[in-house]
């Protein structure tokens, strides 16, 4: 079970490296563990970025998903669930 849970970990580790990468999301300033949307909205982007790693073979992407679809889908759960208006521990420091 946790070599379950340690796989979807990477994976969605991998979907937040690209969706980081093409600007869907980026990092607090203040605090780099929480994600925000970024300035890029176009979700194709980091699919282009993703499916041409894949196809190239890369390493980790083709260790982590059995298929591009399996790792697009994931990019896409991602940037769905982390990408929160606000950062959290700055609402909750007071600093936004």
Known sequence: MSDML???EAQNDAAIGIAIE??????CPIHDD?????????LE???????ARFKAGDEELTRLFSNQ?????????V???RGDDEC?????????
Do not use: W
């Open 6 to 8: 340690g796989h979807a």
């Open 22 to 27: 093409t600007g869907l999301l980026q990092t």
């Open 34 to 42: 929480s994600l925000l949307p970024g300035p890029n909205d176009i």
């Open 45 to 51: 982007d980091a699919y282009k970025l993703a499916s």
């Open 69 to 77: 679809r399996e790792l697009t889908d994931r990019i896409k759960r």
């Open 79 to 81: 940037v769905e669930l």
């Open 88 to 96: 959290g521990s700055c609402n909750s420091a007071g600093n936004a």
